[in-house]
Every structure is written in structure tokens, then in C-alpha cells.
């Protein structure tokens, strides 16, 4: 590895002169029960005017870090400085309320907005907590109204505050959230994965916006996956793994493979290939066609509208799209989670559309939700007793001995990181969960996978392995596999034959050797 | 000046018992702290607290509240807040009076004591369910929170009861009470041992003790049997998996392919079978017999039970430990009453000044506090 590294230590830190030095977190330790030791002593600084990535494997600290710079979390030990005037102060940042008071604000992958209320409610919601703009308590909403159209036209983001969020893009409520920052003159934005997956024509907007915070002197952490995006914006990149810091570069001065090197260390890195498994098998039989599917959203609105698609055994149907547009809704419904409003089902020549979940996870169907803490698994219990409750389906007793078996292998091929298989799951970090999920459902898949966003939370490393093992299954195992996913690389890199789902139609065919523009233009028409 | 709260990393292997050992002190000492405030003898208070703790006279709750503890321990753990213990319990002693009053009356029409014992926990055990699976299915599929249900439920039963003791079930051999006839003795599950009573006060504590153990034996048995149950239940049982994850979060059922309310109804039938059963042994074993306005009589194991189960903080293996607690303690409160050292507050001061020691020191134990200037 021949990238400079300029610090691991906030004593030592170089580049910048001190002066420059927004934050400070020194010798940030965190642990949680188990015991799970997520941060070591990390010290990071953090500039004005900067934009800084902070990289890292899985269960490496990085969320864990920026939620006690956002106070949702405390550290075990260590200090935060914050500059006041001319000096750096120890600071304490009780809970997200303190923290947005102190100018640190957090967007994260999935928006924290209000769907039920408007754009203008949401933020008079945050306006009024921190009574900034000279809103109140008993201030008018109108007043709000005025306020907002006022400064949105200044940060040039234009947004209708009288829309209801549910109505918003996915791009829109994350723009709402990056607008809300720049309300709240945040001097700190932490980004916890939520540009990551936006196409990249949308992706830049959002960029701009980013731009300008920091070209106002404000500092944005940017966690990510994609070491790519990581390059294209920010100056410094920061890698963290198993809680420490091993590495703080500038950016102009090193590249993917050295930082990749950073993440996983040599062994490891040398192993991400992104050779596609290609399919050997003729096409095998039609196992799962959809006709003209009608489903509704949570509130009630026409969220698929009229999909037309058929699955065959060992073949992989990749389904690309922004957040939003209706995969989730379509995933669900085909197996059982929500109702249809109207259309047919058929999975292996039986019509599933009023099956229930039981039957159709019966007929040998998979399913990697979209919303993981709410299908996925069961927080209080451990990663045994949630492999347990998805693979024992008959019988009183339990077999403990053959799931415990089972739970061990699933953790040594995924490299779940756990301290055994009897930790509760609410004490992995958000990868190691997806994981958990990711390998339990494609290992008990049958005949067919549903999964969205299978690799969503999960490094490099991790997220090539299960595509990997996905496109195994499909072609060694002859399954058929659906997936939809807001990263078009994973779509690509997985998918036999690709779809692109925007408000609620299917567009394809398309092959995978379809230029990625045109894909993109597709899902942002 | 700042709190810090932070979560432990690791806690003391023994903490728990540590834990509810420091609390028991603690409360007893903020008790007898208000004792003395209100002008009372603090050691005499505290001799009569005592006696509570060591007393054979405990057994009896003692057996009962640990039956009822892991009863709605089950129904606990799946978040399903059954509150109708009384009901279930005392709704399953119609089926007994019925069966050993009525049906197979000695007087003339005799049957095999045992197969009537059998029939009488069956039928309690059925009917205990029964009242459960009411709330059930309100919650299941009517999505009415099941704790209103429960607590009217419990008032439904004393009523139908009340109505039986004061009409079809009123006893012939009662001298003006209102109440049912007792129980024939044949139907009984007491085993009478007389012992001297003689010797120091360790041997006559000792001989008392073992005098209460074999009249409570059937108690005795059916506590250790629905503690091995429950324990079987979470352990091994499928079923008790569902509903330890209901408990945490239904939508992975629901997304696994397990019918929620099947994990409600199902859960909610265990818990009130197993108080049901309770009920009916606890007829045959000390009631022998149901007075009018019950309501006015009940011991409230129904309630005493919520308390077990909150103490142990939904620990199967604190159930004993908390059982014994709270058991001392309704006998503490009556002893005093008995000494004339207070009333019913008495005990409800006792219990309330532990339980607020208990949950703090609980939090202490989980949670690390730090003061930072």
C-alpha cells in the first residue's frame, strides 16, 4: 500500500492546520453488550470546507460513530471539541435535538420525514424545536410557508412545500432532508448512505447542494459502500476497521485498490472479483408469472400498476429503480405479505394470489424484505432461535443441535460478524444483520428467491459474495430469482435479464449489456 | 453537570439475585423508615416482616403464585398483557363444584375419586382457557387491546359465580351462609400429618413446615409441573418461540409464514389453561368450598401473579424467587394487620416501597451512571 497516510490520530493530524479544525472527536470508544467492541479509541478530525468519506467493512464502527457525533448514541470514552469562536470546546451532544442546536445534522439512507404531513410541516416541525428564522411555537403555518419558499429559493432547491411527503421521490424527501440541514445552517452534515444508490444523474443534483454547504465553510461525513463515490466527491477518506481507525488519506492521492486494501487488507481485497457467474443452463421452465398486477400503497394509492412479468427456473430478473416507484409493494405482494388488488400469481402453475404467506414459503419461495427490522428478524432473540423460527415448520420440538449446525455454517460462509450464535441479533451492527437475513433466506431457498435489496448495508466484499452466491444458486440449483434493487450496478452485475420499474410500470426487456445511461434514463423519465 | 446513562457491557453473573437482594433490604429499610415517621416501633414492625419471610405459612401462596408467575409469563413474553388471572382462575372452579357437588355427589351418586380429580382439572383447565381464548379473540381479530377485555373479564366471572352461589349452586348444609356446600372430603387433595409440635423453635418451624408441605402437596406438585412446563415451553417448544418473537416483533412472523393470530389465540388458550388449572387444584386443595360475593374474598392471586411475573422481569428462573417475595410479603401485611400495627396500607406500602428499591436497583444493574462535572 503506497497512499500517504496523513493521520490516524487527531494530535498528529497534518494536512490542515489546526485552525481549520471544525470537530474534534478524540479517543472515541464504544461498546455494546455481548460484548461487541464497535469503536476503539477512534480519533478523527473534521475541517471546514471539507467533504470526508468515511470508509469501512461491515461492523467496522462507521455508523456507530457518526450517531455519537449525531448524540444518539454515547461514547464509553473519549471527547468531542467543537470550535467556538476561535478555540476548540469540549462539547456534549445529549440526543439529535442537542446536536441540530450545535449544528450537526444527519441524513441517513431511509428519510426521517413525517409521510402524513407536508414538505412545510416537516421542517416547522424542526424549526420550531430549534426556534431558528424566528419561528415559534404559535407561528403561522403560512408564516412557515413564506419562510421556506424564501430560503429554498436562496439554496436553490426547489421543492413544494404544500406536498404531502408520501407523494415525494425518493430524491425529493432526501433533498428535503439536505434542505432541512441547510435551515438549520448546519456546520456538520453526516450522510449515512444516503446518496449512495441514487442514479447518477440524480446523485449529482443532491452534489450540488453539498457543494454549497461546503463551500460555505460547512464539513460533510459521508459514509459509503462504494469506494467509487467515495472518489468522485469527497477530499479526505477515512477507513475504519474493527473499530479503529487505520487510515486517513486525501483523496487526489491514493485509488480504489489502495483504499480497498485499507478496508479488507490484502488477503481479502484480492478476492473481490467482479467476474459475473454465467449461466450454463438452458432457460428452464416458467416458475413464477405475474399478470397484470395491481397492488396499493400504505395509503391506499395504486402503487403497481398493471405488472407483466414471469420468472424462469434459473434465471435471475433484476428489477432496477429508484427507491419508491412500487418494488418494494411488488415484492411483497408476491409473496403474500400484501394484498393484490387485482391480477394473478402463479407460482409453479398454482395461482398464490390468496395463499398466504405460509403456502407460498411452502412452495419452496425466499424472501429478503425490504423493510429488514420489520420482516427480517426479530430483534430480542438470537441469530439461532430467528434461523429457527424461519426453517422449523412442523413438529413441537425444536431440533436445536441441526439449527445450531446450521446457524454456525451460515456464519462462517457469510462472515457474520457475531460473538456467537446465541447473541441477540439487536446487538449486530446493520450489516451483520442483513447478512444474517441474506443468508438464511438465500440458503433455504427451494425454488425461488424475492429479494430487494439484498446487499444494501453490506461492504464491498460481503455484497460480491452474495451476488455470487445468488447467481449460484440460480444456475448450479436451477432457482428463479427475482431482485430489485436501487444500486444499477448490483442489477447488472446479478441479472440474466433486467427491468427498470418506474411509477409503477415494468420497462423491459432490457439485457444487461444495455448501456448504463439509457438504464438511468429510464428510471428517472 | 451531566448524567451519562450508558448501557453495561457486561453484568455481574449473579446480579439478578444480587440485585433483588439489595432491593428486598433497601425497600424494608424505606418501610420501616416511614414507620417510624408515622410513629410506630420500627423494631416491632420490622420482627413481624421477619417472621413473614420464615414463616410456613407462606407455602401455600408460595406454590400458587408460582403456578399463576409462569402462567402469565407466557402470555407476557408475547407482549399479550393478560390481566385476567382472577377470572381464569375462578371461572375454572365451576366445572369442580359442578362435578363434585352435583354430578358425582358421594351422597348418591358416587364415582372413583381419582377420575373425578381428573375430571375437575381437566374441566378447570378447559374452562380457564375458555376465558382466556375470549380476550383472544378480541385482540386477534378485532384488534381490541386485550387488557380491558381481560380485567372486565375478570369481573364477568366473580358475577356468574356470585349468580351460581346465590341460585343453582347455593348449599343445603350452610346454616344461613351464603355459600356452596363443602366439597366431600374423598374429592380433597390435602394429606393431614400431625406432628407434635414440640421441641425448639427450629424443630416446631421445622414440623409446622412439613405439616403445610403435605397438606399443600397437590400445590406443591402442580407448581413444580407448570414451572417444568414453562421452561419446556421456551426452551424446546416451537410454539413458545412464536411467542417469545410476538413478544419482540410480530411482522417477522407475519413475513415467515406464521399466522399472528394463530401465535395470539394459541398463547393467550396456554395461559389462561394453565391458571384454569391452577384454580381447579387450589378448589380441591383449600377453598373446598365458594363463598358469596367473591369478589370480597378473593386472595387476588390474579393480581399477586402480574407482580411475580413483573418482578422476575420476565425471568422464568426469578419466577420462584419473586413468588417468594411478594408471597412474604401478603403475609407480612397480614401479620401486621393481626398485630394491629396498621391496616391493608400496611402491606401495600411494604410491597410499593420494594418494588420502587427494585426497579432501581434493576436500572442500576443494567445501566452504568456517571456524573460528569
Known sequence: ?525 | MRFIVLRRKTIPRYHTWISTAISLILGILVYLFITILVGRSPLEVLVNIARSFISPSIVKDFFVLIAMGCALLISFKAALWNIGGEGQFYIATIPGILLTLFIFNPRYNPAPAPLVILLVALTGTIMGAFWAFIAALFRAYLKIDEVPVTLILNYVAYYILNYLIFGPFKGRYVYGYLRTDEIPEIYRLNVRVHLPMRGDPLQVALQNLTVQLAYYIALLILAVLIYVFTWWFFKHCRIGLYTKIHGSNPGYLQAVGVSVNHVILLTMTISGALIGLTGSIYLLSELGRIPYEIERQTAGYGYLAILVSWLSLLDLKMIPFSAYIVSALRNAGIALQVAGLGGVEQSLLLIGAILLTYSITRFLVEYEVRFEW
Not at chain 1, 312 to 332: D, T
Open chain 1, 1 to 525: 500500500m503506497s497512499s500517504k497516510v496523513l493521520s490516524t490520530s487527531a494530535n498528529i493530524s497534518s494536512a490542515d492546520s489546526v485552525e481549520n479544525v471544525i470537530l474534534s472527536a478524540r479517543n472515541i470508544s464504544k461498546s455494546f453488550p455481548g460484548p461487541v467492541i464497535a469503536l476503539d479509541r477512534v480519533s478523527l478530525d473534521l475541517y471546514a470546507g471539507e467533504i470526508l468519506a468515511l470508509l469501512g467493512e461491515n461492523g467496522s464502527g462507521k455508523s456507530t460513530f457518526v450517531k455519537i457525533l449525531y448524540g444518539i448514541y454515547t461514547p464509553d470514552h473519549g471527547e468531542i471539541l467543537m470550535k467556538t469562536g476561535r478555540v476548540l470546546e469540549r462539547v456534549t451532544i445529549n440526543s439529535p435535538a442537542d446536536a441540530m442546536s450545535k449544528g450537526i445534522l444527519m441524513v441517513s439512507q431511509v428519510p426521517q420525514l413525517i409521510s402524513k404531513l407536508t414538505v412545510a410541516e416537516n421542517m416547522a416541525l424542526t424549526l420550531t424545536s430549534l426556534r431558528i428564522h424566528g419561528v415559534k411555537g404559535l407561528t403561522s403555518i403560512k408564516k412557515i410557508l413564506k419562510i421556506i419558499g424564501e430560503e429554498s429559493e436562496k439554496i436553490g432547491i426547489k421543492i413544494d412545500p404544500n406536498e404531502k411527503v408520501y407523494n415525494l421521490t425518493y430524491t425529493q424527501k432526501q433533498l428535503v432532508e439536505i434542505l432541512r440541514a441547510m435551515f438549520v445552517n448546519a456546520k456538520i452534515l453526516l450522510l449515512d448512505e444516503a446518496l449512495t444508490y441514487l442514479p447518477l444523474l440524480e446523485r449529482r443534483k443532491l452534489y450540488q447542494a453539498l457543494l454549497k454547504l461546503k463551500g460555505q465553510g460547512g464539513s460533510i461525513v459521508i459514509i459509503t459502500h462504494k469506494i467509487s463515490e467515495a472518489m468522485e466527491i469527497s477530499n479526505r477518506i477515512a477507513v475504519l476497521r474493527a473499530g479503529k481507525i487505520v487510515g486517513v488519506v486525501n483523496t487526489w492521492e491514493t485509488t480504489i485498490d489502495q483504499v480497498r486494501v485499507m478496508m479488507f487488507g490484502e488477503e481479502r481485497s484480492k478476492q473481490i472479483s467482479y467476474v459475473k457467474v454465467q449461466t450454463i443452463n438452458p432457460r428452464g421452465e416458467p416458475r413464477i408469472i405475474i399478470r397484470n398486477l395491481h397492488v396499493e400503497d400504505d395509503y391506499g394509492r395504486e402503487i403497481v400498476r398493471g405488472v407483466n412479468l414471469t420468472i424462469h427456473a434459473g434465471e435471475v430478473v433484476g428489477i432496477a429503480g429508484i427507491s419508491g416507484n412500487g418494488q418494494r409493494e411488488l415484492l411483497e405482494s408476491i409473496v403474500g405479505l400484501r394484498k393484490i388488488k387485482s391480477g394473478d400469481i402463479y407460482v409453479d402453475n398454482v395461482n398464490v394470489k390468496r395463499s398466504g404467506v405460509r403456502n407460498i414459503r411452502e412452495l419452496g419461495v425466499s424472501f429478503i424484505p425490504d423493510r429488514l427490522l420489520e420482516h427480517g428478524i426479530s430483534p430480542e432473540e438470537s441469530i439461532v432461535e430467528n434461523i429457527a423460527a424461519c426453517t422449523v415448520r412442523n413438529g413441537i420440538n425444536i431440533p436445536w443441535g441441526l439449527i445450531e449446525e446450521i446457524s454456525r455454517e451460515l456464519i462462517n460462509s457469510y462472515q457474520i460478524i457475531a460473538p456467537s450464535t446465541k447473541t441477540p441479533v439487536k446487538y449486530l451492527s446493520g450489516g451483520n444483520i442483513l447478512k444474517t437475513i441474506v443468508a438464511r433466506e438465500i440458503e433455504n431457498a427451494k425454488k425461488a428467491l424475492i429479494a430487494c435489496n439484498p446487499t444494501r448495508t453490506l461492504d464491498e466484499a460481503s455484497a460480491i459474495y452474495v451476488r455470487r452466491r445468488i447467481r449460484e444458486k440460480a444456475v448450479n440449483e436451477n432457482l428463479a430469482v427475482l431482485i430489485a434493487s436501487e444500486d444499477l450496478d448490483e442489477v447488472l452485475m446479478v441479472s440474466d435479464i433486467i427491468y427498470i420499474m418506474n411509477t409503477g410500470r415494468l420497462y423491459g426487456p432490457l439485457t444487461p449489456e444495455t448501456p448504463r445511461e439509457d438504464i438511468e434514463k429510464l428510471m428517472v423519465m
